[in-house]
């Protein structure tokens, strides 16, 4: 692992904080050496043909070039060895990634809405189901348009910018956006995708280190592109549960506020981070 880690760190790669990102780093490590190699092979080839083919030695110039068939027959095994590598290899593996998702119970399944420019996030609370959302509810500090009416909604937690999961426990994290498509990017775990209005796209991954990481828009999405960042903390189990907890207990100060409570109190739990327009 240490002497793979070599063109990784190079690259600015970040240490891998997941249990597929290995995986990741073995073949980012693999393909860089092996552009090296061919790098190094063309190289020598240029400067073959430099000397090979000089004017001194070369006075005129040939119109008819190679006469030979072998450029055909290369050309056409190279084309059948990258077919076999895509197809038997690359799409099975990518395959094997988006098809086989963790069990549903076995896994954190988090809802995260991307908008210009932040990171929403939307956990189904105590009762562990998601509270129904719509757009005609959506407000500043209702980022989600949670529906009030929703029993199932009531205990729902949503923060901004920072999301906290248990070590060492597959997380599924389903993308959205409610504006332009974005790409939730986490370097440390190895793992990015797409957030595209009007679709779900899931992606999961297992942390396998505690700790404070990165969170970045991999998709150029606005003005406020480069500042869209958060944060993901890996937690240890009784940390998450502590975390869970407080958060519960914000959510339900906000789903039902006290008889007689300004509505201006009911802000999302990180004012600071609280949407913009125009970042
Ligand atoms: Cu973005």
Same mark, same amino acid.
């Given at each position: 692992?240490?002497?793979?880690?070599?063109?990784?760190?190079?690259?600015?790669?970040?240490?891998?904080? !997941?249990? =597929?990102? %290995?995986?990741?780093?073995?073949?980012?490590?693999?393909? =860089?050496?092996?552009?090296?190699?061919?790098?190094?092979?063309?190289?020598?080839?240029?400067?073959?043909?430099?000397?090979?083919?000089?004017?001194?030695?070369?006075?005129?110039?040939? =119109?008819?070039?190679?006469?030979?068939?072998?450029?055909?027959?290369?050309?056409?095994?190279?084309?059948?060895?990258?077919?076999?590598?895509? *197809?038997?290899?690359?799409?099975?593996?990518?395959?094997?990634?988006?098809?086989?998702?963790?069990?549903?119970?076995?896994?954190?399944?988090?809802?995260?809405?991307?908008?210009?420019?932040?990171?929403?996030?939307?956990?189904?609370?105590?009762?562990?189901?998601?509270?129904?959302?719509?757009?005609?509810?959506?407000?500043?500090?209702?980022?989600?348009?949670?529906?009030?009416?929703?029993?199932?909604?009531?205990?729902?937690?949503?923060? *901004?910018?920072?999301?906290?999961?248990?070590?060492?426990?597959?997380?599924?994290?389903?993308?959205? !956006?409610?504006?332009?498509?974005?790409?939730?990017?986490?370097?440390?775990?190895?793992?990015?995708?797409?957030?595209?209005?009007?679709?779900?796209?899931?992606?999961?991954?297992?942390?396998?280190?505690?700790?404070?990481?990165?969170?970045?828009?991999? /998709?150029?999405?606005? *003005?406020?592109? %480069?500042?869209?960042?958060?944060?993901?903390?890996?937690?240890?189990?009784?940390? %998450?549960?502590?975390?869970?907890?407080?958060?519960?207990?914000?959510?339900?100060? /906000?789903?039902?506020?006290?008889?007689?409570?300004?509505?201006?109190?009911?802000?999302?739990?990180?004012?600071?981070? !609280?949407?913009?327009?125009?970042?």
């Amino acid at each position: 692992m240490s002497s793979l880690a070599l063109i990784n760190e190079f690259l600015g790669q970040p240490p891998n904080a !997941s249990s =597929h990102g %290995y995986q990741i780093d073995h073949i980012l490590e693999f393909c =860089h050496w092996f552009m090296g190699a061919l790098f190094l092979g063309w190289s020598a080839f240029f400067i073959f043909v430099l000397i090979r083919f000089r004017k001194r030695r070369q006075p005129g110039a040939d =119109h008819l070039g190679v006469r030979s068939g072998i450029s055909t027959h290369l050309e056409f095994s190279v084309v059948l060895i990258e077919a076999v590598l895509l *197809l038997g290899f690359a799409i099975p593996l990518w395959a094997k990634r988006v098809n086989q998702f963790p069990p549903g119970k076995e896994a954190l399944v988090v809802h995260v809405v991307a908008q210009q420019f932040s990171f929403n996030y939307h956990l189904p609370g105590p009762d562990g189901q998601f509270g129904r959302r719509d757009v005609s509810f959506v407000s500043n500090s209702n980022p989600l348009g949670l529906d009030p009416n929703d029993p199932a909604g009531k205990d729902d937690i949503v923060t *901004l910018g920072e999301l906290h999961v248990p070590v060492n426990r597959p997380v599924i994290a389903e993308l959205s !956006s409610k504006d332009v498509i974005h790409d939730y990017f986490l370097p440390a775990m190895r793992i990015a995708g797409d957030a595209i209005p009007g679709s779900l796209i899931p992606i999961w991954f297992t942390p396998i280190k505690t700790g404070t990481y990165e969170v970045i828009c991999a /998709q150029l999405c606005g *003005l406020g592109h %480069y500042g869209m960042k958060g944060t993901l903390v890996v937690d240890t189990p009784a940390d %998450y549960e502590a975390w869970l907890k407080e958060r519960a207990e914000l959510a339900g100060t /906000q789903s039902a506020p006290a008889p007689g409570a300004p509505k201006t109190e009911n802000k999302p739990p990180q004012p600071a981070a !609280s949407p913009s327009p125009g970042g």
